[in-house]
């Protein structure tokens, strides 16, 4: 057989005259041992016979396209494995998706927050898009292949009249965002994947072409199923830091926040109350007696009052309220809304439903720090015990 008539680009060196068969017409002749053009890769072979040199270009195209995803998910990793933000590596992973992902030209990663689902990274898009919110139900249609495959993660592509008719079942009224900066009727092809971590659907992630119906070929989904595990990593991540976040911002025992929670919410409040011009209660709690009790009954018992004053605390308070526990028998609660007049109706009502007895002093918070208001309170409480 005569190498020039394979079926892949060949090249015939002949002294000074090169020879290109039909395939290898308008490529430039290889000067190495690879050869790059346009978005095609090829590995050269040089075979020496006794007529001349034939350059044997062979395609390696999804081989290289592999090599390229996976150092982009290595290098994504190595973000992860350096403690670097999920957050951040989100948006780097969907950047690294659209560059080698044959087909995409577009992306975005949505995060489900319990119904719906948020916009936290894009490429390709308006940075406005980023918020953009969809509800459950229309992800799930979407998707369009159904609970079971979505449970299961399997990708999905759709084309053309498929995306026109879905997405007229969203009105420009319901999904502004999309419609407005998501080029929703430019796209022409556009591969989603649930991203599913034990069981569950925590993200989705859209890769989008504006060119062509056929864009995504199998490799394409090979790779981008890559992409959206990688993704089920970082959001893994992503919900053991923010376990181990809350966990620090928690009291054990009474599952109430603590001191260090009591500190950083205390200032959003209070500028969440400036700005809506309504008042911020705050009111110190002391459990009397503790001591005498872990003395008396054991520390079981106290454990057990405490929990009870927690509880109470938690029945009492309105969708605005919170509470914390910030000492062994002491626990502070905010209360947005609360006028000066309502302060002690609240703390008579918690006092009648305890079996254990309860000091309480109260205020409403100015421009005072939280050192300040708490020192207030606190000498509320200790003349409502009886003292000067």
Known sequence: MNPLEAPYPVFLLRGEEVV???????????QGETLEVEERSYQVVRLPTPEGTYLLLLETTPLAIRARAYQSLLA??????QHEEPEGLLQDLIREAVAVV??????SILLREGGFFYLVAQEGFSEDLLGARTSLEEELAWYGLGVDNWLKGRPRVLKGTEIRHLSSLSTVEARPAFFEHGRLLEIQATLGLPIVLEGEVLAAMNLDSFSHPEAFTPLSLELAQAFALEAALLLKAMRERQALQEKARTDPLTGLGNRRALEETFPQLQAEARTLGEPLGLIYWDLNGLKALNDREGHAAGDRALKSLATALKSLSRRRDLAFR???DEFVSLHLGLSPEEIPLLIARLQANLPYGVAAGGLCVGEEGLEEALEEADRRMYRAKGGP
């Open 76 to 81: 994504v990793l190595k973000g992860l494995l």
């Open 326 to 328: 910030v000492g062994g």
């Open 20 to 30: 290109a068969n039909a395939l290898a017409q308008g490529l430039p002749l290889p």
């Open 102 to 107: 044959p087909g995409a030209e577009a992306g």
